[in-house]
């Protein structure tokens, strides 16, 4: 089983970080994450034996994409380096509480240094957070010296923020998922084009260095069958429909394996012990069968279990990979800083919002199917 690297999303009741030595998010009750750190020690064994008629993968030599590697993302050229983005955060939680943190100490030498933050947005009233102070939503929408928005609160609300700020002509940056309904999603892209600004939907888990190194385990392999079982702690309200919620775990088999369709999807509920499983039989294009189950119960360990068989092998862990030098949040505000800066290309651009509807729209459809039975 391998222990998932914490951090990288939340909304279960589970302590969901390492604790660091920063102060707790205002209205979480929780530390903020060391969005860098391994929590857990990749561990033999997964929860479905490795298949005994194919050898395990062998360790493959391959060069090591450097730690931290933020950069490749932009091409290092700025149509106009002197312009600086005012940015307000939407929900004070863990998320949020990082959002300002980074801002604040932007990656030296990145695009994240144009971007300052002039205040956060919380339905509650809240002192500064440090040091940053409390705005409405119609002083930040109204105001000229704010350009975007990052939105982190509960998933449930993301869709009426992203749209009130793209109505408002400000670049948006939504933790995943954006919306909870593929419809939605397009309708909120259509928006941000027609207004000319950037719609990003925030997704650490393709940043984990244990990602990466997945992706390139996979790579040029051809797969028989597979299965992504994701554990974790009971969900807060407001996170919605697991598919939704889980949706970083349905973008690593889209990027691993590409684009999905979905033949068949069950959702077990236990609410008297705050039990969910939700199990998703997929097929990618050649249509091989890849299951994905999100399971999810008060003091779950969280843990992502693969079992991937391919002709050649079988992958039953996630590989081990060190730790990167630059933070999860900081690459991906990196990321959308480059992205309002003119500074990722039109191609990249585009697949990533095909990728994000796609998840969006398997999520859907997920969805429809469990609620049918
Ligand atoms: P959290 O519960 O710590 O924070 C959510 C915050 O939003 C809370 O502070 C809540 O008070 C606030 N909020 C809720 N509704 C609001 C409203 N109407 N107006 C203003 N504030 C409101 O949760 P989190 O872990 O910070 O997650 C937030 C979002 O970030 C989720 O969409 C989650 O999927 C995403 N995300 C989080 C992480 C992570 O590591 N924490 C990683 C990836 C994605």
């Known amino acids: 089983m391998a222990h998932e690297r914490r951090g990288q999303e939340t909304g279960g009741t589970e302590p969901p970080y390492v604790r660091s030595g920063l102060p707790p998010a205002a209205d979480s009750g929780t530390a903020p994450p060391q969005t860098e750190g391994h929590v857990g020690t990749p561990v033999p064994g997964g929860v479905h034996a ?9 360790p493959e030599v391959t060069a090591r994409v450097p730690s931290g590697l933020v950069f490749g993302f932009w091409n290092g050229l700025c149509s106009d380096c002197s312009r600086m983005f005012g940015a307000v955060v939407v929900g004070i939680g863990t998320a949020g509480w990082v959002r300002i943190r980074d801002m604040l100490t932007p990656h030296p030498g990145s695009p994240a240094e144009k971007l300052a933050v002039r205040g956060f947005i919380s339905r509650r009233n809240l002192d500064n957070q440090q040091g940053v102070s409390q705005i409405s939503v119609e002083e930040a929408v109204s ?3 704010i350009h975007a ?3 982190c609160t509960e998933n449930e609300s993301h869709e009426d923020y992203v749209r009130t700020f793209l109505q408002a002509g400000k670049h948006v940056s939504v933790e995943y998922p954006m919306t909870m309904s593929h419809k939605a999603a397009v309708e909120l892209w259509d928006l941000a084009q027609k207004k000319g600004v950037v719609l990003h939907e925030e997704h650490i888990e393709l940043l984990t260095e244990d990602f990466k190194e997945l992706k390139r385990a996979v790579e040029g392999k051809v ?3 597979g299965t992504l079982h994701f554990t974790g702690g009971a969900l807060k309200p407001g996170f919605g429909f697991p598919a939704f919620s889980g949706i ?12 999905l369709s979905v033949s068949a999807a069950t959702l077990e509920e236990d609410s008297a012990k705050g039990y969910s499983k939700m199990t998703a039989k997929l097929l990618t294009s050649d249509n091989r069968p890849l299951t ?4 999810r119960q008060t003091g779950l360990p969280r843990a992502k279990n693969i079992n991937f068989v391919f002709d050649s092998c079988t992958l039953s862990e996630i590989p081990a990979a060190p730790r990167g030098a630059v933070g999860l949040f900081m690459q991906d505000l990196i990321h959308f800083s480059a992205k309002i800066s003119d500074q990722v290309s039109p191609s990249q651009l585009q697949g990533e919002k095909e990728r994000v509807l796609h998840c969006l729209e398997l999520a859907d459809r997920i969805q429809q199917l469990c609620q049918s039975l």
């Open 50 to 58: 490795p298949s005994t008629s194919v050898a395990p993968c062998a």
């Open 143 to 145: 105001r000229d010296d």
């Open 149 to 151: 928005a990052f939105i």
């Open 223 to 225: 797969l028989q069958e």
């Open 248 to 259: 970083a775990r349905l973008t690593w088999l889209v990027e691993l394996f590409g684009k």
């Open 292 to 295: 994905w189950v999100e399971e």
